[in-house]
Each structure stands twice: as structure tokens, then as C-alpha cells.
């Protein structure tokens, strides 16, 4: 099984930057696609980006596009999520997630953090 632990969260002001961690405890890190996503409140949780389990392909939501960057580090058993050029609407909590392929479907994930929270001031 897999074990995951977000990190990098707290306040910025709008056109500010941040960077999430999230670090996967277990044997199988290696094989799982890795996607964030948000929940913003009085709101659906939403899916941002992911990478698959070699990080040869990545995915973004519309909203996000040009302005985060999803990345991960296989031997640190490590994904990152580094967000620039933030605005108020990013407010959110944000979650990591494991799983068995690259998907935007939150069913599509088998494993999922605690989340760590963004926000963003204008």
C-alpha cells in the first residue's frame, strides 16, 4: 500500500508562488501515476494536474495551464507541484493522490493524502 503526506501549503499573495511536496511511504511508488487535486469551499473536488509513474506524460486542467507545473522524483518517492502566478480563485485545499494509470477521474485514484492548504490573497 502507499502512505502519502502533503506539505508546502500556506498564505501568498495573488501573482505569488508556492510549491506542494508530497512523499509516498510503501514499495510501489515507482509504478502509480500522481495527480493533485483541489477543493475549493462550497465546491466539488477538482482534479489539476498529473503525472504518469515514469514522468514522460503530464496533464493540467484548463485552469491551471502555463501557470503549474507537475513534477516527481522516483528515488525520493517524491511529486511536486509548483504553482506560479497565483490567483485568488486557487484557494483551495489540495490533495495528492496515487494511481494506477494517468486519469482526471478522482475514482480513478486509489490512494490520497491528508491535503494541504492554499491561499491565495489579492
Known amino acids: 500500500q502507499v502512505q502519502l503526506v502533503e506539505s508546502g501549503g500556506g498564505l501568498v499573495q495573488a501573482g505569488g508562488s508556492l510549491r506542494l511536496s508530497c512523499t509516498a511511504s510503501g514499495r510501489i511508488f515507482r509504478s502509480y501515476a500522481m495527480g493533485w487535486f483541489r477543493q ?62 494517468p486519469t482526471n477521474a478522482i475514482l480513478g485514484y486509489d490512494y490520497w493524502g491528508q491535503g494541504t492548504q492554499v491561499t491565495v490573497s489579492s
Open 40 to 101: 475549493a469551499p462550497g465546491k466539488e473536488r477538482e482534479f489539476v494536474a498529473v503525472i504518469s509513474w515514469n514522468g514522460g506524460s503530464t496533464y493540467y486542467a484548463d485552469s491551471v495551464k502555463g501557470r503549474f507545473t507537475i513534477s516527481r522524483d522516483n528515488a525520493k518517492s517524491t511529486v511536486y507541484l509548483q504553482m506560479n502566478s497565483l490567483k485568488p480563485e486557487d484557494t483551495a485545499v489540495y490533495y495528492c493522490a496515487a494511481g494506477r494509470a
